[in-house]
C-alpha cells in the first residue's frame, strides 16, 4: 500500500499508548496517523487485565511510581471525558484491593512495600480478619493478614481502547491497520515510516514528528542512523507473556481487587472474573501453557475456593507485556530529531497511559 499522505505527526503502534497519545495530538490540533501492523490494540492493551493499582505495584520512590500514583489521580477525568467524547461506556470500578498474607514471609514483604509507598502517598491500612472477610467473603477459611488499598481500582481496557479508536475517528485521524513499520527514514525535515523487508522498501506514509509506541515490538523498528551516536541508545523493549484466565460469575460477587503473592482475582461489572498472572520470557510465543494455566488456577482455588470451577468452562489468552532494560518507560525525545520513544511500560501501561499521553502532548506541542 502506498499513502501519499503527509501528516503532522505519525504514530507506530496502535495501543492504549499510541491511542492515548494520538488523542491528546488530535485535540491540539494536529493532524495525527496511527499505524499498527495488526488491528488497533489488538495486543498487549487487548490482553490486559485493567488494574490500575499502584498500591500493587510501587514498590519505591522512583520517577515511574510516581506517575503510577498521578495516572491513578487522573483516571476519574480522563474516563469520564472519554465516554463523553466517544458515547461509549466504560466499566471503571474504584474497588480497592485487599493483599492477603496467610504467612509471616508473605506479610513481611506487604509490610516493607508499605514502608516504600509511604514517600509516594500511597494509602494502605491494616484489616482484621472480619473486616477482610466482609469485603471478600469468598476468601478460604483460616486466619490471614490483610492490607487494604481503597484508592486501587480497575477499568476495562477493551473498553477504553474502543473508546479511543471511536474518538480518533470522530477527530478525523487516520487509523492505518495491518501495515508492519519496519524503519522510520529521515525525509527533509520530517520523516517516512517505511514498510516491507528489513530495509524498509514502501513508503507508507510522511511525517514532521513520529512517535514510536509498538510496545514490547519497538526495537524492532531501525530509526534514522545519524542518531545513533548522540546521546544514549533507546533501551531494548523485550516481551514478558503473561496469562490471564477468565469465567463468568454473578456480577458482585467479588468486590474488592484480591491478591496475593503476586497472584491477582477480580470481577468487572459485567461479572467477567479474571485471574492472573505470571511472567515468562518466551519470546512473542502465542500459545497459552496449560501448565502455566493450572498453577494460576491451583493458586486461585487455594485463595478463592470454588470460584473458577469447573476448570473446563474457564478461557484462557496470553499476552505480551512491553518490558524494558532498566526501570520505568522509555519516554523521551531522540536528540536532535523530532522522534519520540514511547513504551516500555511493562506491566502498567493501561494505568500510566492518561500520564503518559499527557506528557508527550505537551511535549510535543511545546
Ligand atoms: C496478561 C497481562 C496483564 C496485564 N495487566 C495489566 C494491568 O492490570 N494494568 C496495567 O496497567 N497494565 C497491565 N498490563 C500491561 C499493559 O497491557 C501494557 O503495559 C500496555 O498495554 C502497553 O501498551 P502499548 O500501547 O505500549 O503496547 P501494545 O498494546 O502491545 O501496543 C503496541 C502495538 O504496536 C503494534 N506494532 C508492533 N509492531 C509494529 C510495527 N512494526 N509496526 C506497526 N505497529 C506495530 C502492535 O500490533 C500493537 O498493537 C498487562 C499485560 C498483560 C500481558
Known amino acids: 500500500m502506498k499513502l501519499q499522505n503527509t501528516f503532522d505527526i505519525a504514530i507506530v503502534g496502535g495501543g492504549i499508548i499510541g491511542l492515548s497519545t494520538a488523542w491528546r495530538l488530535s485535540q491540539r490540533g494536529f493532524l495525527v496517523a496511527v499505524v499498527d501492523s495488526g488491528p488497533m490494540a489488538g495486543e498487549a492493551s487487548m490482553a490486559a487485565a485493567g488494574m490500575l493499582a499502584p498500591g500493587g505495584e510501587a514498590h519505591g520512590d522512583v520517577p515511574w511510581a510516581r506517575h503510577t500514583v498521578e495516572a491513578r489521580r487522573m483516571y476519574p477525568d480522563f474516563v469520564a471525558e472519554l465516554k463523553g467524547a466517544s458515547g461509549l461506556e466504560i466499566d471503571f470500578r474504584e474497588c480497592g484491593a485487599l493483599d492477603v498474607a496467610s504467612n509471616d514471609a508473605v506479610w513481611a514483604d506487604l509490610e516493607s512495600r508499605r514502608a516504600a509507598q509511604e514517600p509516594l502517598g500511597i494509602q494502605a491500612r491494616e484489616i482484621g480478619e472480619a473486616e477482610g472477610r466482609e469485603l471478600a467473603p469468598l476468601l478460604r477459611p483460616g486466619s490471614f493478614r490483610a492490607l487494604f488499598y481503597s484508592d486501587d481500582a480497575i477499568v476495562d481496557p477493551c473498553q477504553v481502547n474502543a473508546a479511543l479508536e471511536n474518538v480518533l475517528r470522530q477527530a478525523g485521524a487516520a487509523l492505518v491497520t495491518r501495515e508492519r513499520v519496519t524503519a522510520i527514514a529521515v525525509d527533509g525535515d520530517g520523516y517516512t515510516l517505511r514498510t516491507g523487508g ?15 509506541a509498538a510496545g514490547a515490538w519497538s526495537s524492532q523498528i531501525a530509526l534514522p542512523e545519524r542518531t545513533a551516536s548522540l546521546g ?20 458482585g460477587m467479588l468486590r474488592p481487587i484480591v491478591r496475593e503473592n503476586h497472584l491477582y482475582v477480580f470481577q468487572r461489572g459485567g461479572g467477567e472474573t479474571l485471574t ?13 501453557s496449560p501448565a502455566a494455566v493450572e498453577e494460576i488456577l491451583d493458586r486461585t482455588d487455594r485463595l478463592l475456593p470454588g470460584l473458577f470451577a469447573p476448570r473446563e468452562a474457564n478461557s484462557a489468552w496470553v499476552g505480551f507485556r512491553p518490558g524494558i532494560e532498566g526501570e520505568g518507560p522509555e519516554l523521551r525525545r531522540l536528540p536532535e530529531e523530532r522522534i519520540w520513544l514511547a513504551y516500555g511500560h511493562y506491566r502498567n501501561g493501561i494505568l500510566l497511559a492518561p500520564h503518559t499521553a499527557a506528557y508527550l502532548a505537551g511535549e510535543i506541542a511545546g
Open 198 to 212: 528489513a530495509a524498509g522498501d514502501n513508503i507508507l506514509l510522511r511525517a514532521g514528528t513520529v512517535v514510536l
Open 232 to 251: 544514549p541508545a533507546p533501551r531494548r523493549a523485550l516481551p514478558v507473556r503473561g496469562h490471564l484466565v477468565e469465567c463468568r460469575r454473578t456480577p
Open 276 to 288: 492472573g498472572s505470571n511472567e515468562e520470557r518466551v519470546g512473542f510465543d502465542r500459545n497459552p
